[in-house]
T-cell receptor, first 116, second 114 residues
Framework: AQSVTQLGSHVSVSEGALVLLRCNYSSSVPPYLFWYVQYPNQGLQLLLKYTTGATLVKGINGFEAEFKKSETSFHLTKPSAHMSDAAEYFCAVSGGIYNQGGKLIFGQGTELSVKP | EAQVTQNPRYLITVTGKKLTVTCSQNMNHEYMSWYRQDPGLGLRQIYYSMNVEVTDKGDVPEGYKVSRKEKRNFPLILESPSPNQTSLYFC?????????????FGPGTRLTVL
């Protein structure tokens, strides 16, 4: 079984500051990990995903995340926040090819606010 | 343009009045699913379909029905809606499996049941 915990339902940063959104997971099989972003009044879109291979994953809009197996974490970072980054971010986990039902488990979401 | 469309975008109804939310994708994806999004709970899967005529329950299927008669369409049916089904609903599709492939989400349907 898989589960996801996102630490902090709301994070606020200043424009230009580092963005760090935390995600911890549990999985009984090698996990596939995803970050999705939801802008106001829109559906979710994929930011980045980890399947296998390189543990540092780069995504769209300058975001990246690092898979740390020993810490069961997949934190999302961006060196310099922009006003347009204000959105809700969801971390998700699956069992990848081991998941016969193809299900994705989402965290509860973290709302990012960016102050001018 | 590759997209997932949902209709309606907003719906206010009353308890017990059957409704259908349509979902259509134009990417020839095999996998489609429905989620509901509630504050503090993230997205929870209601039903999914791995191909035409193949559907299965997700984590919160009670009170919902689905069908997959064509590859592109995956309607969500609420036979007798209740106020606890007031929520934001998303349809999503992916090439094969949600667990490995990128999911593409529709714009959402905000449902209020009075």
């Amino acid at each position: 079984a898989q589960s996801v915990t996102q630490l902090g339902s709301h994070v606020s940063v200043s424009e230009g500051a580092l963005v760090l959104l935390r995600c911890n997971y549990s999985s009984s099989v090698p996990p596939y990990l995803f970050w999705y972003v939801q802008y106001p009044n829109q559906g979710l879109q994929l930011l980045l995903k980890y399947t296998t291979g390189a543990t540092l994953v780069k995504g769209i809009n300058g975001f990246e995340a690092e898979f740390k197996k020993s810490e069961t974490s997949f934190h999302l970072t961006k060196p310099s926040a922009h006003m347009s980054d204000a959105a809700e971010y969801f971390c998700a986990v699956s069992g990848g090819i081991y998941n016969q039902g193809g299900k994705l488990i989402f965290g509860q979401g973290t709302e990012l606010s960016v102050k001018p | 343009e590759a997209q997932v469309t949902q209709n309606p975008r907003y719906l206010i109804t009353v308890t017990g009045k059957k409704l259908t939310v349509t979902c259509s994708q134009n990417m020839n994806h095999e996998y489609m699913s429905w989620y509901r999004q509630d504050p503090g709970l993230g997205l929870r899967q209601i039903y999914y379909s791995m191909n035409v005529e193949v559907t299965d329950k997700g984590d919160v299927p009670e009170g919902y029905k689905v069908s997959r008669k064509e590859k592109r369409n995956f309607p969500l049916i609420l036979e007798s809606p209740s106020p606890n089904q007031t929520s934001l609903y998303f349809c999503a599709s992916s090439l094969k499996l949600a667990s490995t492939d990128t999911q593409y989400f529709g714009p959402g349907t905000r449902l209020t049941v009075l």
